[in-house]
């Protein structure tokens, strides 16, 4: 049975069996409305929907799931939907966190798996020409076939899709040297609502009016479908240097962490672990309980490694940093894509879910501080920590995770009380509400705070204008289920 909190499914579009006989027509085998596609096309990995699911519940269930082939038959298909005003929704791999994909009024579900590929490697300015709905650790493998890296590695990689991260702005775990996915991206190609193309000029700088590309960029498929992007490349590092440290306090790993990158010191990968993580990812090592474990990733040509290596080196040394050598960053590389943990506690009847918020540097330390306070105070709560993972020259990403043992009735209310708690924190100490998964639905209440009335004004300002019928992945970003 579908089952959607805060939203009652509207009423079929009257034109709704029409739309599905042209799509059927257009597409041939690749229409369906078998009733494991559509559960499949509908549920993404919202901890909310799991518990639902654990209950027997379904999120929602769309219409019918397409798989275009080309940018022009998604134009084709979004032209018939809007002809009878069916919402459409762009699926990657489904392994959004926040209900993206959710289906609020039903529609067709645009999976884009079966547009998947590379079109050009431009080896002279190391760029890559690529479908979106190619799986990303597929083209991380293909490229380092041919001695190029995207060095786009987000803990998901196996199961999400290029288009998925466009439209989430998702990090990887190599950010802090290679950017998140808005950084390595030169251009892109998206159909609009109303069924035309846009394609942006492929340049590495252009002042050519303001960037309107940039709108596709974390709008979660809610004002068109992205089909195509131009995307940076590397070649691959002559040499990487594995580094950890241990802190006494939060503060002496912050300040060491900022002083690296405000020196242009800039680790492919920086995760500084709190006491509570560092206890649970490194049991073993004596050095590190009660501390906080600093893992770096340094990579690149061998002169530079070696200089920022040392570079590093001081700037830990000068907050009394213990190094604790390559073997905490051997076994991260070892554990980083396990997730087990977090299954095994929603299975047995736990919630736990994890939230990554943003602030400048001047506000993170007291940030972290007040947000695993306001974590802890929700009643229910059994465990609350987090771990600085993307960092920059301006401020850092802090990635909190939190479980629960909550009444089985009050699960819900559980959920959405220790989300009010985290972001409302976040937002009035100063922080952004998402670093990198997006608003799908469950962040929506909060976009009004985060972009001020006038921004979300403008907000919806811009998707009334493309999407006049609101058929694009309607409910999604806070722009409502109306
Ligand atoms: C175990 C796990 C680990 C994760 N780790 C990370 C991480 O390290 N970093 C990170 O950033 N995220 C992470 N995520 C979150 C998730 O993987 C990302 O949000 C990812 O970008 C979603 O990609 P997807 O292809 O699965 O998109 P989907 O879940 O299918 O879709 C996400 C949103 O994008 C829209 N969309 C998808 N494709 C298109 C398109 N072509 N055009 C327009 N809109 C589109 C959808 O409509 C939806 O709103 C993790 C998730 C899981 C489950």
Redesign the pocket.
């Known amino acids: 049975m579908p089952y959607l909190t805060g939203f009652e499914k509207k009423a079929a579009p009257p034109g709704l069996n029409e739309a599905l006989d042209k799509l059927q027509k257009l597409l041939g085998p690749r229409f369906s409305t078998a009733e494991a596609d559509r559960i499949l096309g509908g549920k ?2 919202w901890p909310l929907t799991s518990i639902w699911f654990m209950e027997g519940k379904i999120a929602s269930l769309p219409d019918a799931i397409v798989w275009p082939e080309s940018a022009d038959e998604t134009a084709a298909i979004i032209k018939i939907a809007r002809e009878y005003k069916v919402p459409v ?10 209900g ?2 959710t289906a609020v009024n039903g529609g067709i579900v ?1 999976d ?1 798996k079966r ?1 998947n590929r590379i079109i050009e490697i431009d080896e002279e300015s190391l760029l890559v020409t690529v479908e ?2 190619i799986n ?1 650790e597929i083209l991380e493998r293909k490229l380092q076939e041919k001695g190029f890296t995207l060095r786009h ?5 196996r ?15 190599f950010s802090t040297k290679y950017g ?2 808005e950084d390595m991206l030169t251009a892109l190609t ?1 159909v609009l609502p109303d069924g035309s193309i846009f394609r942006s000029t492929i340049a590495p700088r252009s002042a050519a009016g303001p960037r309107i590309d940039q709108l ?1 960029l974390g ?4 004002l ?4 195509q992007a131009v995307l940076k490349i590397h070649r691959r590092p002559e040499k990487q240097i594995r580094r950890s440290f241990t802190f006494a306090t939060v503060e002496d790993a912050l300040q060491a962490v900022r002083e690296m990158l405000q020196n242009n010191v800039k680790p492919a990968v920086v995760r500084i672990y709190d006491a509570n993580e560092t206890r649970m990812h490194f049991p073993d090592l004596e050095a590190a309980q009660d501390k906080l474990m600093l893992v770096l990733v340094i990579e690149g040509a061998a002169l530079l490694a070696d200089a920022e290596s040392q570079l590093a080196q001081i700037c830990c040394e000068k907050y009394q940093a213990v190094d604790c050598g390559p073997e905490p960053v051997e076994h991260w590389f070892q554990s980083r ?1 396990n ?1 087990s943990i ?1 299954s095994h506690l929603i299975q047995n009847g736990l919630v736990f879910d994890t939230m ?1 918020v943003a602030a400048p540097w001047s506000k993170i330390a007291p940030l972290y501080h007040g947000v695993i306070k306001a974590l802890k105070e929700v009643p229910g709560t059994i465990s609350a920590g987090g771990h600085f ?1 993307h960092v920059y020259h301006d401020g850092a990403c802090l990635y909190l995770s939190v479980a629960g043992a909550p009444d089985a009735a009050a699960r819900e209310t559980y959920y959405h009380q220790i989300w009010d708690a985290a972001l409302k924190t976040t937002m009035d100490m100063g922080g952004t509400c998402s670093h ?3 608003v ?1 639905l469950n962040r929506g209440r909060f976009m009004q705070q985060e972009l001020g009335e006038a921004g979300f004004s403008l907000l919806k300002a811009v998707k009334k204008a493309l999407d006049p019928d609101n058929i694009m ?1 309607p409910g ?1 970003i806070g722009l409502g289920g109306e």
Request: charged share 10%; with cysteine; net charge negative.
């Open positions: 993404d990995f929704i762009p699926f990657g791999e489904g392994s959004g966190v926040l993206g994909i645009i884009m547009m979106t709905g990303g590695t987000p803990q998901s990689v199961c999400s899709t290029l288009g998925g991260w466009i439209s989430c702005r998702a990090a990887g775990q998140k996915i998206v596709f709008a979660e498929g809610t068109g479908v992205v089909t894509f997730i977090s990554e993972s990198h998964h997006g799908g992945n999604k």
